[in-house]
């Protein structure tokens, strides 16, 4: 009663040591989660307001190109280039362009006006290669690139392509540009600026691209062109000074938070804008959060477990001298186990050993029989020898530690002359044999072995009436023992197969050594079958199936091992 109080002081030490620190370390954690996420909070708001702002004023400068064009009428390129330079354009945007919307019947009269301003404008696609080239594929309707202009970051833009200056993109067809054009009739829907989702353009920047977008409509209201303004994910915050942009990383995505798997410390907020909704994600960099978190909790930690391991030092003492003890009484049976065994051997082989030595004595002695005498005198003492050497040879068997790597030499066996041999070479004169199947592969001396293990058992353990039934199961043939005796208790059936267990050790008298049916269904195994055991109501039966000849041997399984 002292032992069991001792152990339960010692679990009861370890588990309220164990929760009380963790639950003042989280609590400690929690203050400063609490700190960085108010820290990282600040400083998003400043990045998601300066994104929000970068749209907003790229919408603003394409209300103001789309007003020029209203009240210039003509327009030309060089017109065009020339009110864009003059404007504060956006950092955030690489260039604006006009594309018009032209139908298939009017490219022409579009690329006269075209090369009018600018001689050599082509009616360009694009190719699929990344690339562009003319093509004059009929089309019900074109997009054509009609004015271009971009600061020096466009220029660098236009370099990584094969487009070698802005001006040699005009006609640019971008209903033929498979990424963006369904950015581009989204924007078509409606008549007022929008901005796409982000995309991931690839190339040399390897950086997500947006694309803002003004509907320009005739005197009727029908869309003729739209104002186009690019621009790449890391120019949305240019104008963010250094002691925000320091000390914590972002981006932007189109897809909603509810797609994203969420960690800590991670600040995110839906950003509803004109055609487009954005999420943004941001964090404080490895260094940053490595100075905003300090060691305090994990100070607590190693306090508390210190404490706690000092508490329960006594409590894992009186545990360990528990194991010693459960060690000697271990240590007790095993040596009670061992003399079992020796003894359930001695038995077992004093007892064929001591008829062969009193028949040979009698032999000796005996100058007067007969033939009929002398040859049934030689067949008991052949026939108690081998009952001997069988039994040495399960032990040599179980003694060996690669059991399961055994030599099988399979030949076709006949399981009527097998069963017959075993059943003369057994305690039993007459044994009913059921049944007539086809030829078995099998190693013969190991057949042999498992069939006189298991008439051992029916002897030795089995009711009066015991039979052999031979049936053909499929690819298998199955040898069954069957015999009226009683059934093995349900909470020891799976151990019947194990080394050195015996299905009746609960008896009085010395039984076997338990080596048989483990022996045997090892046995069964290798040659590509099993050996099970059940009790079908009124028989015990041990079944042996084994691969019928002309199937390639294989093992049938079984749930026990």
Do not use: C
Not at 225 to 234: I, S, T, W
Not at 295 to 309: N, P, S
Not at 461 to 487: F, N
Request: aromatic share 6%; net charge negative; glycine share 8%.
């Amino acid at each position: 009663m002292a032992r069991a109080l001792r152990d339960t002081a010692f679990v009861a030490i370890v588990v309220v040591g164990v929760v009380f620190t963790l639950a003042l370390a989280a609590l400690v954690r929690s203050n400063q989660d609490s700190e960085v996420t108010r820290w990282l909070e600040e400083r998003a708001e400043l990045i998601a307001l300066a994104t929000e702002q970068t749209v907003d004023s790229t919408f603003s400068d394409l209300r103001a190109v789309a007003a020029y064009m209203a009240t210039a009428g003509e327009v030309r390129q060089q017109d065009f280039s020339r009110f864009v330079e003059q404007m504060d354009m956006n950092p955030g945007v690489i260039g604006i362009g006009y594309l018009e919307i032209v139908d298939h019947s009017d490219i022409d009269e579009f690329l006269v006006r075209a090369r009018a301003d600018v001689p050599g404008v082509e009616l360009l696609s694009f190719d699929g290669r990344g690339g562009i080239a003319p093509n004059y594929t009929p089309r019900p309707t074109y997009y054509p690139l009609r004015y271009v202009y971009g600061g020096p970051f466009l220029d660098l833009v236009i370099a990584e392509t094969p487009i070698e200056s802005q001006i040699d993109a005009l006609g640019f067809d971008l209903g033929t540009e498979p990424l963006w054009f369904p950015a581009f009739e989204k924007a078509l829907q409606s008549p007022e600026p929008s901005v796409s989702d982000l995309l991931g353009v690839g190339g040399v920047f390897e950086e997500q691209a947006f694309g803002a977008a003004h509907p320009i409509a005739d005197e009727t209201g029908r869309i003729k062109g739209v104002l186009v303004a690019p621009g790449l994910e890391g120019l949305l915050t240019a104008d963010l000074g250094v002691s925000i942009t320091s000390n914590v990383v972002w981006t932007v995505d189109s897809v909603p938070p509810g797609d994203q798997i969420s960690s800590w410390p991670v600040w995110r907020r839906e950003l509803d804008l004109p055609g487009s909704t954005w999420t943004l994600s941001v964090q404080p960099t490895d260094e940053a959060l490595g100075d905003l978190t300090s060691r305090a909790h994990w100070y607590v930690i190693a306090i508390g477990l210190v404490l706690t391991g000092a508490s329960s030092i006594t409590a894992r003492e009186v545990r360990l001298r528990r194991q010693d003890h459960a060690k000697v009484e271990q240590l007790r049976q095993l040596s009670e186990d061992k003399d079992r065994f020796l003894a359930t051997v001695s038995h077992e082989l004093r007892t064929p050993l001591t008829v062969v030595i009193g028949l040979a004595a009698e032999l000796s002695s005996n100058g007067t029989m007969d033939e009929t005498e002398l040859a049934e005198l030689l067949e008991m003492i052949e026939k108690h020898g081998l009952e001997a050497s069988a039994i040495v040879e399960d032990l040599l068997v179980a003694a060996r530690s690669d059991i399961d790597k055994i030599a099988i030499r399979p030949e076709p066996i006949d399981p009527a002359a097998a069963v017959s041999l075993a059943v003369a070479a057994s305690p039993f004169d007459v044994l009913k044999v059921l049944g007539d199947v086809q030829p078995v592969l099998a190693d013969h001396t190991r057949l042999q072995q498992i069939l006189r293990n298991l008439l051992t058992n029916a002897d030795r353990y089995g009711g009066e009436h015991v039979e052999i039934r031979l049936a053909s199961k499929g690819e298998y043939v199955s040898v069954t023992v069957a015999d009226d005796g009683d059934p093995i208790a349900p909470h020891h059936e799976r151990a019947i197969f194990d080394p050195y267990t015996s299905a009746h050790e609960g008896s009085d008298q010395l039984g076997s050594i338990g080596l048989g049916l483990f022996i045997s269904q090892k046995l069964a195994r290798l040659m590509g079958g099993d050996l099970t055991y059940r009790h079908d109501g009124n028989h015990v039966l041990f079944e042996l199936v084994l691969p019928a000849v002309g199937r390639v041997a294989g093992p049938v399984g079984s749930k026990r091992a």
